[in-house]
């Protein structure tokens, strides 16, 4: 059933006006700005080239702008897709809030807007029409589900320290959220240092360092890095100490990109949690159904999984990211 959700009020007045609504002309083409938040990963340049293959002409009309991983960028490029009159607005927020007065700007202009991978923090949730993207509380429930198993039989304490992503991403505050939710029940764990590393190996490889500095070789059991990048960028710091990454300090982290995967296969990573980046045929899907005023679902989840060490040789041919 086709019904004309709130959002487009405005963009019907505008059409009444004798507006085209959109910049595109005549080619039934929908026009689309995508901020995105920069290219901080692999998985990242993955869901980049997703979402610049889905949304190809003919049907639809791309625009595309690298945040850099700055609010202010995603802001000012979110506002130049308002004055260009995009049919639709999609984007990655690189963090939570600070969102509210640029998303009533596109409202007001009758742009609906379709958050892709990361969640926004704002007031009033008609502000977005829906938000495609994982679950990244399971996704951090799961790491220390696997690490739990892993640890099965062995006496406490297990000193964990924590690669977290960017400070107030939402993958950050969610998989900080899972892991602890989990990871509390079982009192053998401690967290004993828990900083961000922004998503990036070099960070990565740098915090890894200083929690080794800090808590003596052999005082780290466990690392739980929020993404592959800074687990891999942790594996050298390990390395360049001398002790044996996936052995001396077991890994688990998140995204399933192709590093960890060779990673894992060298022994070097324990467990990867799957975080699909694959989201453009979904998101090409829901800009289509936003733009013709089907009412879609406020949240699509994508369907993802745990690998361990023991199934990377053989997964890995068959990876996609
Ligand atoms: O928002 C998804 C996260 O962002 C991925 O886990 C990470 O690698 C990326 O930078």
């Given at each position: 059933m086709i019904r004309i959700p709130g959002w487009m009020a405005p963009l019907c007045i505008a059409v009444l006006a004798g507006c085209s609504g959109g910049p595109g002309g005549d080619d039934g083409a929908v026009t689309v700005g995508f901020s995105q938040v920069g290219a901080e990963s692999e998985w990242r340049t993955a869901n980049t080239r997703s979402i610049k293959e889905s949304l190809a002409e003919p049907a639809f009309r791309l625009k595309f702008s690298d945040g850099q991983q700055k609010q202010e960028n995603q802001i000012k490029a979110l506002r130049s897709f308002i004055a260009q009159r995009v049919d639709v607005i999609a984007f990655s927020p690189v963090v939570e809030t600070g969102w509210d007065t640029v998303l009533a700007e596109a409202k007001a202009a009758g742009i609906p807007v379709v958050l892709t991978d990361r969640a926004v923090d704002v007031a009033d949730e008609s502000l977005y029409v829906t938000l495609i993207g994982s679950d990244f509380v399971e996704e951090g429930r799961r790491a220390a589900r696997w690490l739990m198993a892993d640890a099965a039989g062995r006496s406490g304490p297990i000193r964990v320290v924590e690669l977290q992503g960017t400070v107030g991403s939402a993958p950050a505050n969610d998989r900080m959220r899972g892991f602890r939710e989990v990871i509390e029940q079982d009192t053998r764990f401690q967290i004993v240092r828990s900083q961000s590393g922004d998503f990036t190996r070099a960070r990565g490889k740098e915090v890894m360092e200083a929690f080794i500095k800090a808590e003596?070789?052999?005082?780290?059991?466990v690392l739980f890095a929020h993404n592959d990048d800074m687990a891999i960028g942790a594996i050298q710091a390990i390395e360049e100490t001398g002790l044996k990454p996936g052995e001396d300090i077991r890994i688990v982290s998140i995204d399933g990109v192709k590093g960890a995967f060779e990673a894992m296969k060298a022994g070097k990573l324990n467990a990867t949690v799957e975080c699909n980046p694959l989201l453009g045929p979904q998101l090409a899907q829901l800009v289509r159904d936003v733009h013709a005023g089907v009412v879609v679902p406020k949240r699509v989840f994508v369907e993802e999984s745990v690998f361990t060490r023991d199934q990377a040789a053989a997964a890995l041919p068959s990876r996609r990211y």
């Open positions: 003596g070789q052999c005082r780290i059991d």
